[in-house]
């Protein structure tokens, strides 16, 4: 044997006895709990306990905290490799940021990094309980194989990335299993209650919050994972307890911004996996259903950022328990779930591990694309920025995707580019301090995902949103541009610090932005008076338009604090500009003391809490108020209606639901009447259906024009292939494509919109104008469809349908929202109609 061979034999029976020496030290997750894997669903406490135990034992492993939920509960994500790297770990940290800052490894023998990200569905509880698993494998296997993976592999595992959900789902399931388990699926264990816990505290679904990193969760998590930027990710779930499971390579559509690479490593990974299911008989299924396009998914996300990115999905979910019966006759238990997921897992970081100098070369050229920027013939994003507040969200999001931008230091004039609110090619004069984006950075693949006005669809068969346009999202004046772009900075203008008058008799504010609807909160919140006008007005010089903030001293004497300390204040919070008068009188327009100038009576807003509610739509509207207005809300169980007939509450939100309990004959006449003496409904999406059902309003659902009289009626029976139903019955529908509408900004409920509104329509209910009101939004006639998909039988149906609209219901109202202008946090313009529902409708 020679010298080289005996080395080799000495260095994995080396690396053997180390492996069993840490398999000797640490105690399984199960021994640890002392109960078996899969007889119990493990608590988040336990979790944590279990993660700090071994983190606290295993030299080669390392236990970072990087966030807290909603409900107080830590987030961590637990590093294992070799003892080595584990010693190297923050210079293999910072090798792979500088890779994606300049396009270049400096170190060839480099690991890669693979990120596994378990449960952030809540209720698809399996997910934990296998990162456990997982980790105490890599830990203390024997296996020499396991030992060599480590050696040019981190594994970042993090067991949770829903806390709150998971344990709202395994305290309802200890609370209703037995001393045995029930298989039957049809049994209460089987049967979770309304929100379920698939979603965190507010029922938002985490898993479509990547990009848009609306809650604290997603926000912790991002930040910590732009410090690592993975090169494989995979994303655990659970799917039905009749399906098997899915791996990797992913169905079509795949977004053409995935590169040849990432496309063939998770075809490799996914013959791995094979592999691995076909030894152990298990059943599984590739490219089908779970695509890769919408891009704030736990697999695209990761994609757009350089990763390989994958999801996972296990038969199971929450109907699954610690056992079920599946339409096989085959019992699944919780201990099959786990064995599959943890087949994955090692898996992949086995295949990862072999292709390791491939998948970084692929990293490299990845970055270096983007740096060059090489990702679209977009050359330059430019925002105007006209509306400073609206534009700062706006930065503040790119700024959480680790997106940069600049400042223009000149104007620059005849700027050929596409503009996004006019959808055609034009010319635009940018000014000094207008925002610039260039497409040559780290996150060119995101940031073209992002801002692209139509994505690119290659199979209308997709599983989510097939649009989702930043600049419309936000109402934002921006143009991709082709040519270069001179003379801007990373710098940050200062504003000018425009002092305020001693004690003016005015102050107004231009009501155009979410960050008004916040600053007119805290005014009301606290008891200050506020009105608004109904008509354009112009003084000192300054037009204001309909729905301006009007803040008069002679309206506040009760008022016995400093008026004008907290008045500025909340401004300068909330980055809101004020304007401040002495006088009343006005050049133009009502004078402030006009009857065309209304004083805003205080909202107060009720939300149902009810299983009739879909419970992504009722926590939109929860977190919008408890955590972006932080103004009351007051939320009310379905069995306590009758006290809101009687209580001071004067507006009901119904969000997307049935609330059939409305309709009940006896309640049904109790909340018309509600209605009738002053309150106000804002009823979304399907609970239009509800109203329009009780007769007496005006809503009602579009139908089809009757067929022409001479035209030959289509047969009855199916005349296509029965292989096409599918496609068949997509063409009339809609897949959460942009349409755009017409809006009367003169009503309350258009204030501070422009007059075309771009909306995220994922339904295809439609309705017609009402009769009798007000129809503040009518999608366009010619061109309704912006961008996404919608069926060929659908489109024609779309024009001059409603899309918000309002009806005086005796002294009270009702406004209609055909889309849900809140729908995952994100449609920052929608916030706009929402907060104008609430605080403007039915104030004259």
């Known amino acids: 044997m020679n010298i080289i061979k005996r080395i080799q034999v000495l260095l994995v029976f080396n690396l053997a006895v180390f492996s069993l020496l840490h398999a000797q030290a640490l105690r399984s997750p199960w021994e640890y709990f002392d109960y078996a894997m899969g007889s119990k669903f493990t608590r988040h406490d336990k979790v944590e306990e279990y993660i700090k135990y071994v983190a606290g034992s295993q030299t080669n492993t390392k236990l970072t905290k990087y966030g807290m939920t909603y409900e107080g509960?830590?987030?961590y994500v637990l590093a294992i490799s070799s003892l080595p790297n584990i010693q190297n770990l923050e210079k293999h940290r910072k090798n792979n940021l500088q890779i994606t800052r300049e396009g270049k490894n400096q170190d060839e023998n480099a690991p890669v990094i693979v990120w596994l990200s378990y449960n952030v569905h809540g209720n698809e509880a399996v997910s934990t309980e296998a990162a456990l698993e997982t980790i105490y494998q890599l830990c203390t296997s024997s296996d020499?194989?396991?030992?060599r993976w480590l050696e040019n592999t981190i594994v970042m595992i993090d067991p949770c990335l829903n806390p709150d959900g998971r344990e709202r789902y395994v305290q309802f399931y200890t609370q209703t299993v037995g001393n045995t388990p029930n298989i039957e699926s049809f049994t209460r264990e089987h049967d979770e209650g309304w929100p379920s816990g698939r979603t965190n505290h507010y029922h938002f679904?985490?898993?479509?919050?990547?990009?848009?990193?609306t809650q604290i969760e997603s926000k912790a998590r991002i930040s910590e994972y732009k410090k690592w930027m993975p090169h494989v990710h995979v994303d655990f779930h659970e799917m039905g307890i009749n399906s098997p499971y899915y791996f990797a390579p992913a169905a079509e559509p795949m977004h053409e911004q995935i590169t040849k690479f990432q496309r063939e490593l998770q075809t490799e990974i996914g013959r791995n996996n094979a592999d691995h299911f076909d030894k152990n008989g298990w059943l599984y299924f590739t490219k089908q259903i779970f695509d890769l396009f919408y891009p704030s998914y736990g697999d695209t996300y990761p994609?757009?950022?350089g990763s390989v990115g994958m999801t996972y999905e296990q038969g199971g979910s929450g109907r699954a328990g610690l056992s079920v019966?599946?339409?096989?006759k085959d019992t699944l238990t919780l201990r099959d779930r786990i064995e599959h997921h943890v087949s994955t897992s090692m898996a992949t970081i086995e295949t990862s591990s072999l292709q390791r100098k491939k998948t970084i070369a692929a990293f490299v050229s990845y970055f270096k694309s983007a740096l060059l920027g090489e990702t679209s013939p977009i050359k330059y994003y430019l925002v105007k920025n006209t509306n400073k507040s609206k534009v700062s969200s706006f930065l503040d999001l790119l700024s959480s995707n680790g997106i940069q931008f600049g400042f223009l230091t000149q104007d620059l004039n005849n700027l050929n580019g596409y503009g996004y609110l006019a959808q055609t090619n034009t010319t635009v004069d940018a000014k000094t301090h207008d925002i610039v984006i260039p497409t040559g950075q780290t996150q060119s693949h995101l940031l073209t995902v992002l801002m692209e006005s139509n994505p690119y669809l290659k199979d209308s068969l997709s599983y989510d949103l097939t649009a989702w346009c930043l600049p419309l999202a936000w109402g934002l004046d921006a143009y991709a541009l082709k040519g270069s772009v001179p003379g801007y900075t990373k710098e940050k203008p200062n504003d000018r610090l425009e002092l305020m008058p001693d004690r003016p008799l005015v102050y107004l504010c231009r009501w155009d932005c979410h960050q008004?609807?916040?600053?007119l909160a805290k005014l009301i919140e606290e008891g200050i008076h506020v009105s608004?006008?109904?008509?354009?007005?112009?003084?000192?010089?300054q037009e204001f338009p309909t729905g301006t903030l009007i803040v008069h001293r002679g309206q506040n004497t009760q008022?016995?604090?400093?008026?004008?300390?907290?008045?500025?204040?909340?401004a300068k919070d909330f980055g809101v500009k004020l304007f401040t008068a002495k006088s009343g009188l006005v050049e133009k327009g009502p004078d402030l003391g006009s009857e065309q100038i209304h004083l805003i009576k205080k909202p107060i807003v009720a939300l149902i809490s009810s299983e009739e509610a879909d419970p992504n739509a009722f926590g939109e509207v929860w977190h919008y108020f408890d955590q972006q207005l932080g103004y009351p809300l007051h939320i009310i169980n379905k069995s306590a209606i009758e006290y809101l007939w009687t209580s001071d509450i004067n507006t009901l939100i119904l969000p997307d639901g049935q609330y059939g309990f409305l309709n009940e004959e006896k309640t049904k006449e109790k909340f018309k009447q509600w209605i009738r003496k002053g309150g106000k409904v804002i009823a979304m999406e399907s609970t239009l259906n509800l109203l329009e059902s009780m007769k007496d309003f005006a809503i009602k659902a579009a139908s089809s024009d009757d067929p022409d009289s001479s035209s030959v009626a289509e047969p009855s029976y199916h005349h296509e292939p029965y292989c096409t139903r599918i496609r068949t019955g997509i063409s009339n529908e809609i897949s959460g494509a942009i349409c755009q509408a017409s809006i009367d900004d003169s009503h309350p409920l258009g204030y501070g919109i422009s007059k075309t509104y771009f909306t995220l329509k994922k339904s295809s209910s439609l309705y017609k104008p009402i009769g009798s009101g007000w129809n503040v939004g009518v999608l366009n006639k010619t061109k309704p469809l912006v961008s996404g998909f919608a069926g060929s039988k659908f489109i024609p149906k779309l024009g001059e349908t409603l899309l918000f609209g309002v009806e005086d219901f005796g002294q009270g109202h009702v406004v209609y929202m055909v889309d849900n202008p809140l729908f995952r946090g994100f449609w920052e313009n929608g916030k706009m109609i929402f907060g104008n529902a609430i605080f403007m409708v039915g104030q004259d």
């Open 73 to 75: 509960r830590p987030l």
């Open 144 to 147: 020499p194989k396991i030992a």
């Open 205 to 213: 679904d985490l898993n479509r919050d990547w990009a848009w990193q």
């Open 303 to 305: 994609t757009f950022n």
């Open 325 to 328: 019966l599946n339409n096989l």
């Open 516 to 519: 008004d609807i916040q600053f």
């Open 532 to 541: 608004f006008n109904d008509t354009p007005l112009t003084l000192d010089g």
């Open 559 to 570: 008022y016995k604090k400093d008026w004008d300390k907290f008045i500025t204040k909340a």
